[in-house]
């Protein structure tokens, strides 16, 4: 049964469950095909009101944080791969009870946290950076000049320091295989020496394995080549990749303003609120039955329903002239952007309190693991 828009009560992030199992079933056959394992990257989704689904499909869990961590444990039933800029102190036992491998962003951290790590039974990694990457954005480039991800070839020095099992990269966005190629003949340069003593490489996200022209074949055979020449386990970890094209944000038109010949439609959801990369990136999403702007048809900018002057989008062309209660359906709407309306990367959120100058401060209210996990289902 195709989706009714008009029965879904608006504002929705609707997830279209076949095509959600069409991208789990393409990248379990790269699985299987390359032997590999294969983690959902919580941070570009985590609405765990729907991981029965993804449970049914066999893929470990990417975490960022204690957060995801636990929810991966709680939610998929696995213990996750963590990895974060930096752990503090107060979080690294929780961490590691939830995680079987832990990568760590340098050597300071490393140091840090070693002992505590190295007492459980959590396989140890680091973060390397091959300061290669060809994301045509700066703001999706973690190798660029100044990154703060990773450690370099140069830092890294030699010998690889005890305990370290594996390596962790992720330099790319959205990207095919043959970006991943030519990552892996950098990486390998760079680093190829200590290869044989590692148990594991994660190559990051970034593999936009269930994009329209992506060549899985070519992937399966970059994964097996690598294999067979080093004795390593691969993992991947995309998040896009997994619900890339599996549903919309639904909304309706409230209102229709018009102000210096331009009109536009105010809705009952916000760019700054419910799509924050459309203004971050910023990102133009798709309208189902709209155009980009074409003279000669009804043109409308899409108006946030926040305050924010800038919470808009422009400009759109319909068939027809728009009304209050018509809908407005924008697509792709669910990795990255459920998430980023939360607690994105399940990073802590700041506390709220006051301070007096008599009585000095007053914590009024802390967030914890429930707040995080309550608002993703
Ligand atoms: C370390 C790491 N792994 C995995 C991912 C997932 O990347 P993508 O959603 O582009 O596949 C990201 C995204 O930022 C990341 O930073």
Not at 21 to 41: G, M, Y
Not at 137 to 153: H, M, W
Not at 262 to 279: G, Q, R
């Amino acid at each position: 049964m195709p989706i009714d828009f008009n029965k879904i009560p608006t504002p929705c992030y609707v997830i279209d469950e076949l095509l959600l199992r069409n991208n789990l079933e393409l990248i379990r056959k790269v699985k299987e095909a390359a032997a590999i394992d294969v983690l959902v990257a919580f941070k570009a989704f985590s609405n765990w009101g729907v991981f029965p689904i993804f449970k049914e499909y066999g893929f470990g869990a990417s975490a960022s944080s204690v957060n995801e961590a636990r929810l991966a444990f709680e939610e998929l039933g696995v213990k996750a791969h963590t990895y974060s800029p930096a752990y503090e102190d107060k979080q690294i036992v929780d961490i590691l009870k939830y995680s079987s491998h832990i990568s760590f962003n340098s050597l300071n951290q490393f140091r840090k946290h070693f002992k505590t790590a190295g007492h459980r039974d959590v396989s140890i990694g680091l973060r390397v950076n091959p300061e290669f990457s060809d994301s045509p954005y700066d703001i999706y480039n973690p190798c660029k000049p100044g990154s703060r991800f990773g450690v370099t070839a140069e830092q890294l020095g030699d010998p690889l320091p005890e305990g370290v099992e594996g390596f962790h990269f992720h330099t790319l966005f959205e990207a095919d295989s043959l970006a991943l190629e030519n990552v892996l003949a950098v990486f390998e340069k760079k680093f190829g020496r200590f290869f044989s003593k590692l148990k594991w490489v994660n190559m990051g996200g970034g593999h936009l394995i269930t994009g329209k022209n992506y060549d899985r074949n070519h992937l399966v055979k970059l994964l097996i080549d690598f294999k067979n020449k080093y004795d390593a386990g691969i993992i991947l970890e995309p998040g896009s990749a997994f619900t890339y094209q599996t549903g919309y944000l639904v909304s309706t038109i409230l209102d229709i303003v018009e102000n210096n010949g331009i009109k536009t439609a105010i809705l009952d959801v916000s760019f700054t609120c419910h799509m924050p990369d459309c203004l971050e990136m910023p990102y133009k999403p798709a309208i189902l039955g709209a155009t980009e702007q074409k003279v000669g048809k009804p043109t409308y900018r899409m108006g946030g329903i926040s305050c924010l002057a800038g919470d808009f989008m422009g400009n759109w062309s319909f068939d027809n002239e728009l009304k209050p209660g018509d809908r407005i359906i924008f697509d792709d709407m669910i990795h990255y952007t459920t998430v980023k309306t939360t607690m994105f990367n399940g990073v802590h959120h700041p506390s709220i309190g006051i301070w007096n100058k008599d009585t000095g401060f007053r914590l009024i209210k802390e967030f914890n693991y429930q707040d995080y996990k309550n608002r993703l289902s």
